[in-house]
């Protein structure tokens, strides 16, 4: 059964420390994505990945990073940089090909204190 | 600058009628747009979606309509079912810029769809 899987779902940090956010797929996706939604807010592109060893920044990517070694895996790491990182980090893939949609994982509920 | 805006914070229908929920843009260079649904501690799901070519698409119970001209888009559900209680995200892509993935698919603030038995 093949999906997104982002671990843990809900993390607590505290002030000052980096944390990193696990994301998964099995569904040999070469496009993987990071997003942040806010309450009330639509969901805002933080990195993006179109093949293993590439990414680029996508709107709000002050204060975070990303890495894609493997094109299974897109880990996302909140920095101390990050000015206000208690969010909902939900993490998507794509099969790359024009107009296919997003799949994505269930969330990674983050609250820094 | 929202280019992508869902101006319904939440829309309230009595099952089994039809519930319409509505997205404006203001990028004329967008080609696709695409309807996301979501649960509450879930990710989004994907529902269905329109390129600017069209200007229906249909899908069970959702279809989505596109007028290019007013720059509007909408989803109508019908009938609509206790299960479809959820945010509703519109969300549109400039195929040009596209390249084959969705990185910069922009999306609107969401509409929370209660339906009432």
Redesign the interface.
């Known amino acids: 059964d093949g999906g997104i899987t982002q671990s843990p779902k809900y993390l607590f940090r505290k002030e000052g420390q980096n944390v990193t956010l696990s994301c998964e797929q099995n569904l040999n996706h070469d496009a993987m994505y990071w997003y942040r939604q806010d309450p009330g807010q639509g969901l805002r592109l933080i990195y993006y990945s179109q093949i293993v060893n590439d990414f680029q920044k996508g709107d709000i990517a002050e204060g975070y990073s990303v890495s894609r070694e493997k094109k299974e895996s897109f880990p996302l790491t909140v920095t101390s940089a990050q000015k206000n990182p208690t969010a909902f980090y939900l993490c998507a893939s794509s099969s790359g090909t024009a107009g296919s949609p997003l799949h994505f994982g269930n969330g990674t509920r983050l609250t820094v204190t | 600058d929202q280019q992508?805006k869902q101006n319904s914070?939440s829309l309230s229908v009595q099952e089994g009628r039809i519930s319409i929920l509505n997205c404006d843009y203001t990028n004329s260079m967008f080609d696709?747009f695409?309807w996301?649904k979501k649960y509450p501690?879930?990710?989004?799901?994907?529902l269905i979606?329109i390129?600017s070519i069209k200007d229906k698409n249909e899908d069970g119970r959702f279809t989505v309509f596109l007028n290019k001209s007013a720059k509007h888009l909408s989803l109508h559900i019908v009938p609509s079912q206790p299960g479809d209680s959820a945010v509703y995200?519109c969300?549109a892509s400039t195929?040009p810029n596209?390249?084959?993935?969705?990185?910069?698919?922009?999306?609107?603030?969401?509409t929370k769809l209660s339906v009432k038995p």
């Open positions: 992508v914070p696709y695409l996301y501690a879930e990710g989004p799901t994907f979606s390129s995200f969300a195929i596209y390249g084959g993935s969705q990185g910069n698919l922009i999306f609107g603030k969401g």
